[in-house]
């Protein structure tokens, strides 16, 4: 399984139009070799790198989506009406929805993940990660990771 975005590669630069420095949008996101056994795809984007790289304390979490149908291809820059099924998870800013890059300081790493689960998930009214996590314990049956990285152009 494979997730990777036609706006950054792997390891690379996330452009700011999708940071706080920009427009905020999500990023387009394209889903490969999804198992044919997958009953539903969760997507988790965080950041382990907070508040600083160099001394990272906590992992920021930016976007939770889950009940993703399985033939869900990706999902396109600034999704604004999510696939049928999918709901969303609470980020650490409080609300659901996307949450770009926003370093307070140094270049962060984001990480974005996708999981292939043999369920769907109940609805969990609007969890955490963590909650999501554990409800997802045993259900996974493939992984994918596509790493951004960022670091605030103005001061």
């Known amino acids: 399984m494979e997730i990777r975005s036609p ?3 792997h390891m690379g630069a996330i452009p700011m139009v999708y940071t706080c420095e920009g ?3 999500s990023p387009p996101l394209e889903f490969r070799g999804v198992p044919e ?3 539903s795809l969760v997507l988790i984007v965080d950041d382990p790198d907070a508040p600083d790289p160099q001394a990272p304390k906590m992992t920021w979490v930016h976007w939770v989506l889950y009940n993703l149908p399985p033939d869900t ?3 396109p820059e600034g999704v604004g ?3 049928d099924g999918t709901l969303e998870g609470i980020n650490d800013w409080g609300r659901t929805g996307y949450g770009g890059p926003c370093p307070p300081i140094g270049r962060h790493r984001y990480f ?3 999981y292939a689960l043999d369920c769907q998930l109940p609805d969990l009214e609007e969890p955490n990660r963590q909650m ?5 314990q045993g259900h996974v049956i493939a992984t994918a990771e596509l790493v951004g990285t960022y670091e605030k152009q103005r001061p």
């Open 23 to 25: 427009r905020d949008i």
């Open 73 to 75: 291809e990706g999902l």
């Open 37 to 39: 056994e997958a009953s």
């Open 7 to 9: 706006a950054f590669e």
């Open 112 to 114: 974005f993940k996708l």
């Open 81 to 83: 009406v999510l696939p």
């Open 132 to 136: 999501l996590e554990s409800a997802m």
